[in-house]
């Protein structure tokens, strides 16, 4: 097989432009899921010889044990054509008690290892003997070789050394190096809002892992000439939501479900090929669960009636974030998995800026 070279065409050094996004709500300093204090994103990306292009993202949401000091969350899935590990439990206990590691479809099993390695080996959990690792995947099999089974048990434990608080990488990096959405390059992307409720202002912050189809909103209103084939239809998306309001697992969930206004609003599907899937948790310290707590637990938590903006909130940040996964990626050549034949995707970017020119 003839060498594939890959191609960073567009500036992507240059912000999303402002009138693709809706901002109601003011965006953190970072406007990332790293705006939510303590939460950490590593990535480790992979893109070797002509056909692997993958990776794993690892989110953490703070700095402590996690297994130790447990915290609420929440999962949805609005289309389940997918794999989401580590779902059922959430949903049945309502807490996270790992990190969080996103990678494709048959990593999926190396990421959970992985997990469970990184957890046993933690100060303080040496008689867990149970643990319920959380991990989200998408098929990248029209860039990767996914059959190559690439990212290892230790690549994934890199990406949990790999996090760390502040700016971290969008595109075509980690977990999103071989994604597809759109027809366009996607990857990873990002996006944050700020929340006055009261005299308090909190931070929600959105991750996604971008590998989805359907037609781009923004492109359809447009005068770029965006040809999409309808296989591209079908895909997944995995969306972090991570707040650091004091929300309970059941307002959590309800976080979550508002990820998937923000995808519908982006142009996305939602077909019947599609996995839709959604984790939203909170950090805030009051609500973290010890193992050594007492059998009754008091949970202070914001008054539902409060929590539209939020909503609103999560469904703006949500779209951008899958805005930038799109415009941060670059044009990428890599392999079809299917047929092992060449496949190239061009980034929003690239095509936008190439209009530009016209």
Not at 228 to 252: C, E, H, N, W, Y
Not at 316 to 327: G, K, N, V, Y
Not at 331 to 341: E, I, R
């Amino acid at each position: 097989m003839k060498g594939l070279a890959l191609s960073f065409q567009n500036d992507c050094s240059k912000p999303l432009p402002e009138h693709y996004v809706t901002r109601y709500y003011k965006s953190g300093p970072l406007n990332a899921l790293t705006d939510v204090a303590g939460v950490k994103v590593g990535h480790v990306t992979i893109k070797e010889g002509d056909a692997t292009r993958t990776g794993v993202t690892a989110i953490v949401p703070h700095s402590d044990n996690i297994f130790q000091n447990r915290i609420p969350a929440g999962f949805s899935a609005f289309n389940g054509y997918g794999k989401f590990a580590g779902s059922v439990q959430v949903e049945e206990l309502g807490e996270l008690e790992t990190p969080i590691l996103l990678t494709n479809t048959l990593a999926t099993g190396r990421a959970i290892e992985a997990l469970i390695y990184y957890t046993l080996h933690e100060k303080g959990n040496e008689n867990a003997t149970s643990i319920n690792a959380v991990v989200g995947e998408t098929n990248d099999s029209r860039l990767n070789n996914i059959r190559a089974l690439r990212p290892s048990f230790d690549e994934m434990l890199e990406a949990l050394k790999n996090a760390r608080t502040g700016r971290f990488e969008e595109g075509a990096v980690g977990a999103g190096t071989g994604t597809v959405a759109f027809g366009l390059k996607g990857g990873i992307g990002t996006a944050s809002r700020l929340i006055e409720i009261g005299d308090k202002t909190y931070t929600i912050g959105i991750l996604v892992q971008s590998n989805f189809g359907g037609h781009l909103g923004i492109l359809e209103k447009s005068d770029i000439n965006y040809p999409v084939p309808s296989a591209d239809k079908d895909g997944s998306i995995i969306m972090i939501v991570a707040t650091d309001a004091p929300l309970d697992s059941r307002q959590l969930k309800r976080l979550a479900n508002r990820t998937f206004g923000g995808l519908a609003k982006s142009g996305a599907a939602l077909s019947n090929g599609s996995g839709d899937f959604a984790l939203a948790f909170s950090t805030a310290k009051e609500l973290r669960h010890r193992e050594e707590e007492s059998h009754m637990v008091d949970v202070p938590h914001i008054d539902d009636r409060a929590l539209s903006p939020m909503f609103e909130a999560v469904i703006e940040a949500t779209e951008e974030s899958i805005l930038r996964s799109l415009w941060m990626a670059h044009d990428m050549s890599g392999v079809n998995a299917a047929t092992m034949k060449p496949s190239h995707f061009t980034s929003l970017a690239t095509l936008i800026n190439s209009a530009a020119t016209d």
